[in-house]
């Protein structure tokens, strides 16, 4: 058996002995948030945080997805050039621990020691060169594992050998932690951690010095042109699936994606991380959204339905014809045939086929490849 494969094996085998545990009385009704959705299990960088969030994680099943501490997550790790395809994101605690009224709690100390050998045996699979933890909670739990004498007001932007490897504090991502260690300064901790995954990764050649777009931009500008002419609408289901074909179709025309944005399995087919509902605003301003028989819909407003002078240059001639190809094609599909066509994609196909060999859920695994950019 190939390295990678025996690390699969362990990794699917700790994800269902995790999802039988009941050793949490409050975390029954909770989801066992570890899985394929997690990141890469060649990740250099391991993200651990305090628990899955309520309005995050618990539902979405992608650790720091779906909430606001989620949202603010996944753009601090973008605006410093680190993308969700590699690293690893868990949780010190892998279920949502909830209060008598259901809102968010913390850990105890005991949920924190019956989720210890998990995050243990996590980190033994994986073998991160970098661990970093969100918070006072997520460096507590480390510190259950093997001691270390780190603390999150005193050793932020500086980093300790642990463990055999790098660990690195900084502040959790949730607003209320934003009062103590504002978003600017969480920034700057983060390019810290940037910097020192840099410097674990194999070089590449120079990239270009002109300042690249966002990967979430560059996915708002090909949602735009999916949306535009829709008066009636497109659907949210949709428009991931005329994004990803978009993607695909150029990896067949010129070998590279249009964006790097993050694409997960789900049950419906290939979710856009970056397409979060609650992201669409800020991603598509005055986007307007709507329920149609049990479907979110979405439009351009009256004044968005056409793109702005200063948006065209920014994916590029062949891009462009890979997105008009696309929806020339499948844009006036309906949902279910979009559904197939996307199910038939060569990339679909390979990650059905290793859910089949390997026997297990790979929901939110990963679909499209990461192409970094040289």
Known sequence: MKHEDAKEAKFLNLVDRVSACEKCPRMKGSARVLGPGCGPLDAPLMFVGEAPGRLGADGSHLPFHGDKSGHNFEKLIEQVGVSRYEVFVTNAVLCNPKDEKGNNATPTSSEISNCAPFLRETIDILDPAIVVTLGAVA?????AIETHAVSLREHVRTSRTWMRRTLIPVYH???????HRSFANQLSDYQFVAET?????????????????????????????ALRGRANGLSYFALHKLCF???????????ERLTNAYVVRQKDGPYFVDLHLAKLPQLIPGIQTWSERGKVMLRLAPQLGFLEADDQ?????????????VLAKYGRMPDAELKRVVYLSRYMRALLRKEKSAGANLYNAAVLPYLPQT
Request: hydrophobic share 35%; aromatic share 2%; proline share 6%.
């Open 139 to 143: 460096l507590k739990a480390c510190g």
């Open 173 to 179: 991502p949730g607003q209320r932690a934003m009062v």
């Open 197 to 225: 995954l840099r410097r674990f990764k194999k070089p590449h050649k120079k990239a270009s010095s002109a300042k690249p777009r966002s990967e979430a931009a560059k996915l708002g500008l090909v949602a735009r042109r």
């Open 245 to 255: 074909l978009a993607e695909i179709a150029s990896l067949e025309s010129s070998g």
């Open 313 to 325: 240059p920014a994916l590029g001639k062949s891009d462009e014809e890979a997105i008009e190809k």
